[in-house]
């Protein structure tokens, strides 16, 4: 294990890090104090437990991934058991409809399981999956009965993630390899929403396109619309898309061409309805 190029890469992250530890010379002499000591299996434990120490009590780099992380794994749990849920009980045709979601649900599975292992390896402890009520209380009553509002719920759940997952990047943009897998998580979930608003629009059940036009809610209804405020931005950098440079671009085209973040508070709001406790 070589501490140099460890503390090396952390610091890249954030600068302040040897400050943390009362100074380079100080954190390398304790970590080799500690290494010294113990088994080989035991050191990913004390070195996270070094690394909790260094930020307990302050707002940086290490505590806002974690929080972003359970931030997201809570979205995941819900998406993962939705999926299950609806594998045992909903009326999804067979053939290649139930495989997509097969799939989609193992992609769900896979990443509850890495959410909760970075969050142990960050020293921090990933937070409890919620009961959900995949009903939001009554709105979607046949959402396990009825194969149109399974895949209604379904879309609003992958183009919530889709955003909430963008909006809260900018968080880990020093995050090295976090911010790489939140990334690589959030085209994932990019394809499972053009997937299942394909799998709508095969089936008749509104005018789902691949892509978000306005805030347009491709027939879901006023119930999921705030999944969608916000998705009819033109504006991007403070450039105006509509019509740029003389071409003929709608208002429709400019917001489809891009997708919008949500904020916590947003995300929160939308996903409160589908959760009991």
């Known amino acids: 294990m070589n501490l140099n190029n460890i503390f090396h890469e952390i610091n890249k992250v954030d600068p302040e890090v040897y400050e943390r530890f009362d100074g380079r010379r100080a954190a390398m002499k304790n970590f080799a104090r500690f290494s010294g000591k113990i088994a080989l299996s035991a050191v990913p434990i004390v070195f996270g437990s070094m690394f909790k120490k260094a930020y307990?009590?302050?707002?940086?780099?290490?505590?806002?991934?974690?929080e972003i992380l359970n931030y997201a794994l809570t979205l995941e749990y819900l998406e993962s058991e939705f999926y299950t849920m609806a594998l045992a009980q909903a009326p999804i045709p067979a053939g290649a409809a139930r495989g997509a979601i097969e799939t989609i649900s193992k992609h769900e599975t896979a990443h509850v399981a890495f959410l909760t292992t970075a969050i142990k390896a960050a020293s921090g402890t990933p937070v409890a999956k919620p009961t959900f009520d995949f009903t939001a209380g009554g709105?979607?009553?046949?959402?396990?009965t009825n194969y149109a509002t399974f895949l209604a719920v379904a879309q609003t759940f992958e183009d919530t993630g889709v955003r909430a997952y963008k909006g809260r990047a900018a968080e880990l943009v020093k995050g090295g390899d976090l911010l790489t897998a939140a990334l690589n998580i959030h085209s994932v979930e990019a394809r499972h929403a053009a997937h299942i608003r394909s799998m709508r629009k095969a089936n008749g059940f509104g005018d789902a396109k691949p892509w978000i036009t306005g805030k347009d809610t491709s027939g879901i209804g006023a119930a999921v619309q705030k999944s969608y405020d916000g998705e009819e931005n033109t504006i991007q950098a403070t450039i105006q898309i509509t019509n740029i440079n003389n071409q003929s671009i709608s208002a429709s085209a400019a917001s489809e061409a891009?997708?919008?973040g949500l904020t916590k508070d947003q995300v929160l709001a939308i996903v409160k309805p589908f959760i009991k406790a």
């Open 56 to 66: 307990a009590g302050t707002t940086g780099t290490l505590e806002t991934a974690v």
């Open 258 to 260: 891009f997708d919008e």
């Open 139 to 144: 709105a979607f009553g046949n959402v396990f």
